[in-house]
C-alpha cells in the first residue's frame, strides 16, 4: 500500500499496558440481544465512557474487547464476562461506573478486576442456568427431570447454520433441581416470576456445541414429552470452573482486589 | 370511498380504553417475541430514546405516534423522524414515540394473539395517540402503513374515522403525490417538517382544549387551514372522459385551492437531531449523521429530491462542528455521514472535512460523505475524510452512460473528470470504485446504456495503469428510472420493464466482452418490474388507493424488498381495479402527458413553476444543459420568490469552534493521553 512506509503499522496505535475483566448482567427486555448487537453496544459505550481503550491495528482499527461463551438471543444473564486492553492504566470501580452510565439499562456493568493469568477462557467450564417455565406443573416437570437424570445418555438434534448437530444433553448435564417461584431463588429476567411457577436449575458442562437451555428442555421433550405452553425464559445465573462439590468457581475471585459494586 | 370491505384485518378492539389506562402492550408482546426473527427490534430502550411515564402521557395535551413505514433496520437512522422525534419531546405540550413495520412473522402472531400496533418506545397502542404522523421516503410503503392502521384498530378509510382515532399524517417526498393514499391519511405536510409539526400540535391541542368542537370534521378543517397541510378529503377530483383529471375543487370554502410546502428557512436554527438514536439491533446506517445543506440546484431532471427541497440552505461550519461534536458524544458512533443532497457541494467542504479531520485525529472516528459529485470531488478530500478511520472505496454516480443522456438529465460530469479522479485515487491506495447509474431514462438507446461497460472498462485500464497492479475492483449498480412528479421528466413516458431488462442483459455481454477488464468489473442490477409500480404509485391519482388497497388485503407487503414483492399482484390488482375505470397501470406509467394535462399533483406547490418545468422538459429533449444557479444567474426555476427564501451559500465567515477538553469522544474522566 502506497500510504505505508516499510517497516510502519498501518495504523501505529498506542500499546495495550493493561486488561480488565468485567461482568455484566443482560437483563429484562434486553435478553432478546444477539451476541453482535451487545458487542456493538460495547464498543459505543467505550466510546461514548472516553475509556482508554487499545485498538487493532491496520485499516480497520476495532477496540480490544474480547469476549467469551455468550448466552444465546433470547436467554438473560447475570454472568456474562469480557475482557477489555487499555491504552492507560484504569481503576477497575472507576471503568465499572463509567462504562454502566454509558450502557443502556438493562445491560448492567457489576464488577471488574484487573487480568492476570489464567486467561478467562480457562476460569470457565460450567454454567448454571434457571429456567422458568410458566404453566408447567412442578410434578409434571419433576418427573420430566428425573427420567432425564436417570440416562445415560440423551442426544437431540439442533439445526444451526451450518447444518443438523447432534447434541448429547445429558452428557452435559453436571444436575438438575426443581423449584417453585414462592420458594425459589428471586430471578432477575425483567418480568416478575409467575407465582407458582416451576424453576428448573441446571448445570452445564461447557461443550462444543455449547448445551442451551432450549437444549435442555428439548431433551425433557424426548424424554417425558414434557412442552411448556409458553415460551420458558432461562437465565444464566452463573458461569465458572466446576469443583469436585458440583459448585462453580467464581472467574474474577482470585483477582478480586477492589470492593464488589 | 368505498366501505364495507371484509376480511384482511384484526377486528378493532370493541371498547376504546380511556387513555388514563393506556398502559404497555408489552406483557402481551414479550412471550411472541421468541419465536420471531431479530426480535431487538421490537423492543426499544434505544441510546436516546425518550419514554414518557403515565403521568407524563396523561398531562401531555398532543401525543405524536412517528412512524417509518419499514423494517426497523432501515427506519431507524432515519434522519426524518429522528429530528420530529427530538422536536416534539422538547415541547411541553407534546410527546413523542415512534414504530416501525413489523415484519410478516409477528404480524401473524398479533393477529393471533390480539396485540395491537405498538410503539417501540413505550410500547403503547398506535391506536391512542392523537396524531400517527409517517414519513415516507418511497412509494414502496404504502402497504406497510395499512397494516399498521389495521393492526392498530384504526379504520383504514379516512370517513370511516371519528373523533376517538389519531389523525393519521403523511410526510416525507412522497408527500409531493400523496393522490394514491388519499383514502387513507387524513392530511398531508409538504416539505420540511422542523416548524410544521409544531403548528399542528397547536391545531390539535387547541382543538381538544375546546373540547372538540364540531368533531373530527372541524379539526380536519381547522388543519386545512396550517401552512403547508393539505387534507386530501376536503377536495373533490373529477375525471374526464379519456381518463384524465377534470377538475381537482375545494369542498369548503375554507379550504385552500392550492397547498404550499413548508420551507425551513435557516438550518442552523434547528440542530436537531441533538442526540442521535443508537439502535441496539444492526441497521442499515452505523453512523450519526449530520445535515450539512438542504436543497440542491445541480438541477438533475430525474431527482425528485433536489427539485421538491429548493432553494440551497447551508448549515454554517459553526454549526455543523457543534453538531458533529454532540452527535459523536451523545452516541458514540465511530462514523459520522455529513448528508446532503450533494455533499462535496457545501461552500466551505475543504475547512469542515479538514477541520474536522484535525479534532478527531487519533480517536478512530471517520467521516464520510455520502454523496458526491465527481465533478465537486477532489482527492484532498478524500483523503480528509478516510484519515483517522477506515478507508471505503469511493462511490460516484454518472447516472448515464453516455455523454448524449446525460445532457438529457443535466448531470454534466465528464468522463475525464471521472477516469482523472478514479486515476488518483487508485494511486493513492484505494482499490476499488463504485459507480451508480440509471436504466429506462427518457429518449435512451440501446447504445447510452452500452457506453456503460466502455467507461467501466476505462476505469479498470486507468486504475491499473494508476496503481501499478492487476487488482482494482469497478463495481456499477443500475437502477430502474422511475419519472417523478414536480421534476422535468414528470410528463415522460416510463420505459417498460422488459426494455430495461433487455437493455441491462446487453449491457452484461457488453461489460463481459473483454474478460481481462469484465473480471474485474461486479455489475449489480434489479429487475425493472418494481419500478414500474413505483411508477404507478408515484404519478398515480385516487383511484391507484383502490389498487394499494387490494394488494395489501391480498397479502402485499414490504413492497421495496424483492422476496415479498409480487409483479404479478400488482398487475393483477391494477387490472381489476383500474380497467373498469377505464384506465389502467400502462396508462399511469409507460404513457406520455401532454402539456395541459391536470396532473394529480398539480394543486400541490413546491415552489416550481409549471412552466418552467415544461420549458426544461422540452430542453432535455433537445439536450440542452441547465447550469447551477448557486454559481451562475438565476434561470427563474420560481422556488425563491414562491417561498420568499433566497439560496443561502457561504462563506459564512464562521469557524469551527476547538473543543476544550481532551477527549473528543467522550468525557475526561480517565484523564488525557
Not at chain 1, 441446571?202 to 428439548?218: I, K, N, S, W
Not at chain 2, 443500475?478 to 431488462?501: E, R
Request: net charge negative; glycine share 10%; hydrophobic share 40%.
Amino acid at each position: 500500500m502506497a500510504r505505508v512506509r516499510p517497516g510502519e503499522a498501518a495504523n501505529p496505535a498506542p500499546p495495550t499496558v493493561q486488561r480488565i475483566r468485567l461482568r455484566f448482567a443482560k437483563r429484562g427486555r434486553l435478553r432478546f440481544l444477539s451476541h453482535r448487537d451487545i458487542a456493538r453496544a460495547f464498543e459505543r459505550a467505550v466510546r461514548r465512557a472516553g475509556v482508554p481503550v487499545s485498538h487493532s491495528h491496520g485499516f480497520s482499527p476495532h477496540p480490544r474487547l474480547s469476549w467469551i461463551g455468550a448466552a444465546p438471543t433470547g436467554t438473560a444473564s447475570e454472568a456474562e464476562y469480557l475482557e477489555i486492553g487499555l491504552t492507560r492504566e484504569v481503576d477497575p470501580a472507576v471503568l465499572v461506573d463509567a462504562l454502566d452510565r454509558a450502557l443502556p439499562s438493562g445491560l448492567d456493568v457489576l464488577e471488574a478486576v484487573v487480568a492476570s493469568p489464567p486467561a478467562l477462557a480457562d476460569r470457565i467450564d460450567a454454567t448454571r442456568w434457571a429456567i422458568e417455565l410458566p404453566g408447567v406443573a412442578e410434578a409434571d416437570l419433576r418427573a420430566a427431570v428425573d427420567a432425564l437424570l436417570a440416562e445415560e445418555s440423551v442426544v437431540i438434534e439442533r439445526v444451526t447454520p451450518s447444518g443438523r448437530k447432534q447434541i448429547d444433553v445429558r452428557k452435559a448435564l453436571v444436575s438438575a433441581t426443581v423449584v417453585t417461584a414462592s420458594n425459589g431463588p428471586g430471578l432477575v429476567s425483567g418480568a416478575a416470576a409467575v407465582a407458582g411457577c416451576a424453576i428448573l436449575t441446571v448445570v452445564v458442562r461447557q461443550t462444543t456445541p455449547a448445551v442451551r437451555p432450549d437444549d435442555v428442555l428439548g431433551a425433557l421433550d424426548v424424554v417425558a414429552g414434557l412442552t411448556p405452553p409458553v415460551p420458558a425464559r432461562a437465565t444464566r445465573m452463573a458461569q465458572g470452573l466446576l469443583d469436585d462439590s458440583g459448585h462453580l468457581a467464581d472467574p474474577l475471585g482470585s483477582d478480586r482486589v477492589t470492593a464488589q459494586i | 370511498m368505498r366501505t364495507g370491505l371484509g376480511g384482511g384485518g384484526v377486528a378493532p378492539r370493541a371498547t376504546r380504553l380511556p387513555s388514563r389506562c393506556v398502559t404497555s402492550v408489552f406483557p402481551d408482546l414479550e412471550p411472541l417475541l421468541p419465536r420471531v426473527s431479530k426480535p431487538v427490534q421490537y423492543v426499544g430502550g434505544e441510546l436516546n430514546a425518550q419514554v414518557a411515564d403515565e403521568d407524563e402521557w396523561d398531562a401531555t395535551p398532543v401525543r405524536w405516534a412517528l412512524m417509518y413505514p419499514d423494517a426497523y433496520e432501515v427506519g431507524l437512522p432515519n434522519q426524518g423522524i429522528m429530528i420530529l422525534y427530538e422536536v416534539l419531546n422538547e415541547r411541553p405540550d407534546a410527546l413523542a414515540e415512534r414504530c416501525y413495520a413489523v415484519w410478516p412473522d409477528l404480524e401473524a402472531l398479533m393477529r393471533e394473539h390480539r396485540v395491537p400496533a405498538f410503539t417501540v418506545d413505550g410500547h403503547r397502542p398506535v391506536g391512542d395517540f392523537d396524531v400517527l404522523g409517517v414519513s415516507f421516503s418511497t412509494e414502496l410503503g404504502y402497504t406497510n402503513l395499512l397494516t399498521t392502521l389495521d393492526l392498530a384498530g384504526i379504520p383504514l378509510h379516512t370517513v370511516d374515522r371519528d373523533e376517538t382515532h389519531p389523525v393519521v399524517l403523511m410526510g416525507g417526498h412522497a408527500a409531493f403525490n400523496p393522490e394514491p393514499m388519499a383514502d387513507f391519511v387524513d392530511v398531508v405536510a409538504l416539505g420540511d417538517g422542523e416548524e410544521v409539526v409544531g403548528d399542528i400540535t397547536d391545531v390539535v391541542a387547541a382543538w381538544k382544549a375546546e373540547g372538540g368542537p364540531g368533531g373530527r370534521r372541524e379539526l380536519l378543517l381547522r388543519l386545512a387551514g396550517t401552512d403547508g397541510c393539505y387534507v386530501p378529503g376536503l377536495y373533490d377530483v373529477t375525471y374526464d372522459a379519456d381518463g384524465a383529471i377534470a377538475a381537482v375543487e375545494p369542498a369548503d370554502p375554507r379550504v385552500p385551492r392550492s397547498v404550499q410546502k413548508r420551507t425551513t428557512r435557516d438550518l442552523d436554527d434547528w440542530p436537531y437531531p441533538k442526540a442521535p438514536l443508537v439502535p441496539l439491533a444492526e441497521t442499515v446506517h452505523e453512523r450519526a449523521s449530520v445535515e450539512i445543506f438542504r436543497g440542491c440546484t445541480r438541477g438533475c431532471r430525474f431527482c425528485q429530491a433536489g427539485m421538491i427541497t429548493r432553494p440551497v440552505r447551508e448549515r454554517s461550519l459553526e454549526g455543523i462542528g457543534a453538531m458533529v461534536d454532540s452527535a459523536v458524544r451523545a452516541s458514540g458512533f465511530d462514523e459520522v455521514g455529513l448528508l446532503s443532497l450533494s455533499s462535496a457541494d457545501h461552500s466551505e467542504i475543504a475547512e469542515i472535512t479538514k477541520g474536522l479531520a484535525d479534532r478527531y485525529e487519533g480517536s478512530n472516528t471517520s467521516l464520510s460523505l455520502p454523496s458526491t459529485r465527481v465533478d465537486a470531488f477532489n482527492i484532498d478530500l478524500a483523503n480528509e475524510i478516510s484519515r483517522n478511520g477506515r478507508r471505503s472505496g469511493l462511490t460516484f454516480a454518472p447516472e448515464g452512460g453516455s455523454e448524449r443522456i446525460r445532457r438529457v438529465i443535466n448531470k454534466m460530469v465528464s468522463e475525464e473528470d471521472l477516469i482523472r479522479t478514479v486515476s488518483e485515487a487508485f494511486a493513492q491506495g484505494w482499490r476499488q470504485v463504485k459507480l451508480y447509474f440509471m436504466c429506462g431514462l427518457p429518449t435512451e438507446e440501446d447504445e447510452d446504456v452500452l457506453e456503460i461497460a466502455g467507461m467501466a472498462h476505462r476505469v479498470i485500464k486507468a486504475g491499473r495503469a494508476a496503481s501499478g497492479h492487476n487488482d482494482v475492483r469497478c463495481t456499477i449498480s443500475i437502477g430502474g428510472f422511475v419519472p417523478k412528479p414536480h421534476t422535468p421528466f414528470q410528463w415522460a413516458p416510463q420505459a417498460h420493464p422488459d426494455v430495461v431488462d433487455e437493455r441491462l442483459r446487453k449491457l452484461r455481454e457488453a461489460v463481459n466482452s473483454d474478460r481481462r477488464l469484465g473480471r474485474n468489473i461486479g455489475m449489480r442490477y434489479h429487475d425493472g418490474k418494481p419500478s414500474l409500480i413505483e411508477g404507478l404509485l408515484a404519478r398515480g391519482d385516487r383511484r391507484v388507493g383502490r389498487v394499494v388497497e387490494r394488494v395489501w388485503r391480498e397479502g402485499g407487503r414490504f413492497d421495496g424488498w424483492s422476496e415479498h414483492f409480487s409483479f404479478e399482484r400488482w398487475t393483477g390488482a391494477a387490472e381489476a381495479e383500474l380497467g373498469p375505470l377505464g384506465v389502467s397501470l400502462d396508462w399511469f406509467t409507460t404513457r406520455e402527458r401532454e402539456r395541459d394535462e391536470v396532473l394529480p399533483w398539480d394543486h400541490l406547490d413546491s415552489g416550481l413553476e409549471r412552466d418552467w418545468l415544461w420549458d426544461d422538459w422540452q430542453e432535455a429533449l433537445a439536450g440542452g444543459e441547465q447550469d447551477d444557479c448557486r454559481w451562475t444567474p438565476c434561470f427563474d426555476c420560481g422556488v425563491c420568490p414562491s417561498t420568499g427564501q433566497d439560496i443561502q451559500v457561504g462563506p459564512t465567515g464562521t469557524q469551527l469552534l476547538p473543543l476544550t477538553v481532551a477527549n473528543p469522544v467522550g468525557g475526561n474522566r480517565f484523564g488525557s493521553a
